[in-house]
């Protein structure tokens, strides 16, 4: 299986800076997540593996780690007027498990809160009064939800694309 040196990303129906030079590689994939829940909707899980994808991680977020076609995922972009795959890397190092996360917490947010991710293993990258970002390993995720205050730690997801092509 080729695993690209370079980071190629879909977003927006395209591949950014350009088309990943591999027929079939490994790639994290933002999805759908059927309107609720912090993990990806089986029924995209399901089309995944219908279209030839091996499933190699499902992340506690709406991500999934997968071994799969590049072409599939313009196709899968958008299904029957759903948006399925949100945004799609090449992942680079296939152990590595870290992903950003948005933390929302029920109010200010203060040194004692950036402590206890840091104690996680979580590094924040940026914050406003409530909400931060931080990059962690997948693992820690359900423990961030857990902590005090935090309402919500999410895939930060990509930008809003219409579904008008």
């Known amino acids: 299986m080729p695993v690209l040196a370079g980071t190629y990303?879909?977003?927006c129906a395209a591949w950014s800076p350009e088309i990943p030079p591999a027929q079939r590689t490994i790639m994290d994939l933002s999805v759908w997540n059927g309107g609720a829940g912090t993990q990806p909707a089986l029924e995209v899980v399901d089309v995944l593996k219908a279209q030839?994808?091996?499933?190699?991680?499902?992340f506690n977020t709406p991500r999934v780690r997968v071994e799969m076609d590049v072409?599939?995922?313009?196709?899968?972009h958008v299904v029957d007027g759903?948006?399925?795959i949100?945004?799609?890397?090449t992942v680079s190092d296939p152990q590595d498990y870290h992903l950003r996360v948005v933390v929302s917490y029920d109010r200010p947010i203060g040194s004692d809160d950036?402590?206890?991710?840091?104690?996680?293993?979580?590094?924040v990258e940026s914050s406003t009064a409530n909400t931060l970002i931080a990059t962690v390993d997948d693992g820690?995720?359900?423990?961030?939800r857990g902590l005090p205050g935090v309402v919500a730690a999410d895939d930060p997801g990509g930008p809003s694309c219409s579904t008008q092509g």
């Not at 030839?52 to 499902?58: D, K």
């Not at 072409?71 to 899968?76: F, G, R």
């Not at 950036?114 to 590094?123: D, I, K, S």
């Not at 820690?140 to 961030?144: A, F, N, P, Q, Y």
Request: aromatic share 2%; hydrophobic share 60%; no cysteine.
């Open 140 to 144: 820690r995720v359900e423990e961030i």
């Open 52 to 58: 030839g994808a091996r499933i190699r991680h499902v």
């Open 71 to 76: 072409a599939s995922v313009a196709t899968l």
């Open 86 to 89: 949100h945004r799609a890397n």
């Open 9 to 11: 990303v879909f977003t």
């Open 82 to 84: 759903q948006i399925l």
């Open 114 to 123: 950036v402590a206890r991710l840091a104690a996680l293993g979580a590094v």
